[in-house]
């Protein structure tokens, strides 16, 4: 479904299949396969200005191409027409505009008729005249990021060498990057590696794949090399593995004009070593995921903007004759290359204060470790991760900052013993009038258990009510103690008791994420049931679209809530410890904070009043309109139900109205079956959106939009794309061509005054009919 876009600037003209010494590529020339399947010349990645020979497909390919290998990719020229790709002296070289050698095949051939020619596997092979079988040299031999079918991916014995996928540098930059794949013949396996030093990737997800993939895999040993080819079993696909930019190893096919990813490791992206670089640290709920800890900056800005961060980060100020403070962090892994010290905590901490080349400690146990170098592979884990100590500059940490951020703690090193024991004293005395005055405990340090009178007076006796929905009422609410607003939900139905439910609500509140409502607390006395949240001030999503009193959102807001939603779809159902599938996305359970960001509500909420839940559903639930049709089909359902709401839920997004508007003549319309008409002639997609907007929106935008809806609603399950695949696309880093309208649309002819509905009977099946009311 998905295509990376990498911005690549390619002029296309046909051409041969062969370079001789009587013909070369330069300026936009190209030469093309005997079947059309892939396109050799000179291509421009991104924002760059300089220019490399690549080969990409010429047939499999949306508006950019995908580049399948580079001969000079650290090797650049800044003028392509006066630059070659030729036959010279029996090899295949790049001329630069001063007519230099800058890269070549190096090989020595025996003839002077040598032919470089495509072919439609995708390998570029070196021919030592034109009736010669064996090439002299073969691209397939020299892969860059990309591993295609019918190449060897190998170990040759005799030089003790495996080959290498290594990703870009940037998408801007087809440099060799830090990310490598790499066959180890001895153990028949496949790693993952940072600079070629560093594994971080377990090489049994590799038979997995192997065992479940449509690709069928080969292995073959012999005295010179060991190697694995793969093909696919079915013909038609066109598919690819390659090292991509962000350090993982992925696995894509061209399936209905656009690419689809199958399969990718590591799964989460601050599971690759190193992302953010030296002293930076990887968030996976946050978007980008690299940032620099409190106290550093950027090493080089312009990269950080391209998104390469592998230079890292640095300190704003030199520790040299400064005042200096410790940042705390909790991270899932220590960083490697640390030294251990035989020292109390007390002696841990004042050894690196006192030592200049330490730039951070931790102390767990009885062990002391210090880092004397830089600090790599940092990746935040404030739930369950080890605390370690960075040292930075005091004046980068200034007061405010040490009581505002949630991130960090600050740890001074220069309080006396009875200073310390004194500011602790103060501070327990303060927790625990705190906690004495707003009647409340908490639980595994972080969520608070309220008693039910607690809630009772913070909401008035349940006086103001918010809303409503299948779970229960929803009713604002003050806490005493700190006066902050918050949102009671009374569970209604209920059927656990307190010890499952303080477990299933144990799970919900670990799930953070900047565009997931936070759970703040509990009560489970008795019968009653109550979960506490952060008050969201702009109130739901349906409140903005179908109600004229409230604020109109206007297209970049509307646009920047698709994607939030979509980010927290993708940790709901990819990132977080307990994979949770939602269950009923819809604008009202859409929260806006008081700057308009998307918060997801009532996520997980399924499994904690007590239906069956597990990885797949059968049981029905959710809200019509935005049904995914497996629900009532009686089959298992998957994520792929929240993606189908999601869709459905787009298209609202963009109109302003919901889906089914029914008029005084009791008339009704299907609005996504009236969009399709104007989407699928290239019509004025403007014309659909929400009136109020006055059409003053991105085009790009609204069209990626609407593609994105019906990818989501497609009739079967296996063609919707994943929720992290819809976020690349809203982010542009996918492309995507106008899916095929599904069925349950055209069974709708919006010139008639009837709609059909797909309905649920009371025996779960499930059947058409028309309804006219």
């Not at 998408?171 to 990310?179: Q, S, T």
């Not at 004495?436 to 908490?442: E, M, Q, S, V």
């Not at 935008?701 to 593609?707: D, G, L, P, Y």
Request: one cysteine or more; charged letters at 20%.
């Amino acid at each position: 479904m998905g295509f990376l876009c990498l911005s690549l600037i390619i002029c296309f003209s046909s051409g041969a299949d062969t370079i001789s010494a009587t013909n070369s590529v330069s300026g936009d020339e190209t030469i093309i396969s005997k079947g059309e399947m892939f396109e050799l010349g000179f291509f421009k990645a991104g924002k760059s200005s300089k220019y490399y020979i690549g080969m990409w497909y010429k047939k499999y390919s949306s508006k950019s191409p995908t580049i399948v290998w580079v001969a000079n990719r650290d090797t650049p020229v800044s003028d392509r027409f006066s630059s070659a790709f030729k036959v010279l002296d029996g090899n295949l070289v790049i001329l630069n505009e001063l007519k230099l050698p800058i890269w070549s095949t190096n090989v020595t051939a025996s003839s002077n008729s040598t032919i470089a020619v495509l072919l439609d596997d995708g390998n570029l092979v070196l021919r030592d005249g034109l009736n010669s079988v064996e090439p002299v040299w073969q691209s397939f031999d020299h892969p860059t990021d990309t591993w295609l079918p019918g190449a060897k991916f190998s170990y040759n014995k005799k030089t003790n060498k495996s080959q290498l996928l290594t990703s870009w540098k940037s998408i801007n930059d087809p440099a060799v990057g830090l990310y490598s794949f790499e066959f180890i013949p001895s153990k028949k396996m496949f790693v993952l590696k940072w600079n070629v030093s560093q594994q971080y990737w377990d090489p049994r997800n590799w038979d997995s794949l192997i065992k479940n993939s449509f690709e069928n895999f080969s292995y073959q040993t012999n005295e010179n090399e060991s190697y694995f080819t793969y093909s696919s079993s079915d013909r038609s696909v066109i598919s690819r593995f390659y090292m991509d930019v962000s350090g993982q190893l992925k696995h894509t096919a061209w399936i209905k004009s656009v690419w689809n990813l199958y399969w990718i490791q590591p799964r989460t992206q601050c599971e690759v070593y190193a992302l953010c670089g030296a002293f930076g640290i990887c968030r996976q709920t946050e978007f980008p995921y690299c940032d620099c800890l409190t106290g550093f900056e950027h090493r080089s800005e312009s990269e950080w903007n391209q998104g390469d961060f592998s230079g890292g980060c640095v300190r704003k100020t030199n520790l040299n004759k400064q005042k200096t403070d410790f940042l705390m962090i909790n991270v899932t892994n220590m960083p490697l290359n640390s030294s251990m010290v035989a020292k109390s905590a007390k002696e841990c901490h004042i050894a690196c204060l006192n030592s200049f080349s330490c730039n951070a400690y931790s102390f767990v146990g009885i062990n002391c470790s210090v880092w004397d170098g830089e600090i790599l592979n940092l990746s935040e884990d404030n739930a369950n991760g080890k605390t370690m100590y960075v040292k930075v500059s005091s004046k980068d940490l200034p007061i405010h900052k040490k009581k505002k951020s949630s991130k960090v703690t600050v740890v001074i090193g220069t309080a006396s013993g009875v200073g310390m024991l004194l500011i602790l004293s103060l501070v327990m005395l303060a927790l625990c009038m705190k906690k004495k005055l707003a009647g409340k405990t908490t639980m595994d340090g972080s969520l608070v258990a309220f008693s039910y009178k607690d809630l009772q007076i913070a909401t008035q006796n349940f006086s103001h009510r918010l809303g409503g929905g299948g779970f229960g009422s929803v009713f604002k609410g003050v806490l005493r103690g700190d006066s902050s607003i918050v949102a009671v939900k009374k569970l209604e139905s209920f059927s656990q008791g307190d010890k499952q439910f303080k477990s299933e609500v144990s799970t919900i509140g670990t799930i953070q994420h900047v565009n997931i409502v936070r759970l703040r607390g509990f009560c489970a006395q008795g019968n009653h049931k109550l979960l506490v949240y952060d008050y969201m001030p702009n109130s739901s999503l349906n409140s903005h679209l179908f109600h004229e009193k409230q604020e109109v959102l206007n297209w970049e807001t509307r646009y920047q809530i698709a994607l939030g939603t979509a980010r927290a779809l993708v940790y709901l159902h990819e990132k977080c410890r307990d994979f949770i599938i939602h269950c009923d996305i819809k604008p009202e359970n859409i929260l806006l904070d008081a700057k308009f960001c998307p918060k997801v509500a009532d996520f997980g909420l399924a499994k904690l009043v007590g239906r069956e839940f597990s990885s797949v559903l059968t049981t029905i639930r959710g809200t019509r309109g935005y049904l995914a049709p497996e629900w009532l089909l009686g089959v298992a359902v998957t994520p792929k139900a929240d993606v189908f709401s999601y869709g459905m839920m787009l298209f609202e997004l963009a109109n302003g109205k919901r889906n089914v508007e029914k008029y005084e003549d009791s008339s009704l319309t299907f609005f996504p079956s009236l969009a399709a008409d104007v989407v699928l002639a290239g019509g004025d997609v403007l014309s659909l959106l929400d009136s109020r907007l006055n059409k003053e929106a991105c085009v790009e935008q609204v069209t990626r939009i609407f593609k994105v809806a019906y990818w989501c609603i497609q009739d079967e399950v296996d063609n919707r794309p994943s929720m992290s695949q819809v976020e690349k696309v809203l982010e542009g880093n996918l492309e995507v061509k106008m899916p095929p309208i599904p069925q349950f649309i055209k069974l709708y002819d919006n010139s008639s005054e009837d709609l059909v509905f797909i309905e649920c009977s009371s025996t779960g099946s499930s059947q058409l009919h028309k309804n006219s009311s």
